[in-house]
Every structure is written in structure tokens, then in C-alpha cells.
């Protein structure tokens, strides 16, 4: 049994599968040949509260509401 997991292509979008052996390793889209770095984490799907929260967040930056500690 191979474990895999499954990423979308930096450069065309598309979903690929990529072995989990080769996680964090540079591989090859098998669609565009593009080169990347696998990464399980590198498409995050948050909820939509701290997606909308997050929105929230940028647009006051934006605006100069709100002033980073660090
Ligand atoms: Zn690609």
C-alpha cells in the first residue's frame, strides 16, 4: 500500500496526487511539468467563520485600523 495525498498544482490548478514519501521533497506536476515543493498543507481550507474573520482582519490592516503587535 502506497500512502498519497492529494495537492492542487501551483502553477496549473490541477489536482495531483503525490506520494507521501515525497512530502517536502521538489517534484514534477505530471500535467504541466512544473516543479514544486510537496506540500500537504499548501492549499488550506478554513472554515468559513475564520475565512470571513480573516477577510475581516486584512481589511482593517488595510485601513490602518488595526496596528500589528509584532
Ligand atoms: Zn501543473
Known amino acids: 500500500m502506497t500512502l498519497r495525498f492529494g495537492q492542487s ?3 496549473c490548478g490541477r489536482r495531483i ?7 517536502g521533497r ?3 506536476c505530471p500535467h504541466c511539468h512544473a516543479e514544486f515543493i510537496a506540500s500537504e ?4 481550507q478554513p472554515s468559513s467563520d475564520e475565512a470571513l474573520m480573516d477577510r475581516v482582519e486584512r481589511a482593517l490592516r488595510r ?3 488595526v496596528v500589528p503587535v509584532k
Do not use: I, K, M, Y
Not at 17 to 23: D, F, H, I, K, Q
Not at 41 to 44: G, I, W
Open 9 to 11: 498544482c501551483p502553477t
Open 17 to 23: 496526487e503525490v506520494r507521501l514519501e515525497l512530502l
Open 26 to 28: 521538489s517534484v514534477a
Open 41 to 44: 498543507r499548501q492549499t488550506p
Open 63 to 65: 485601513s490602518g485600523a
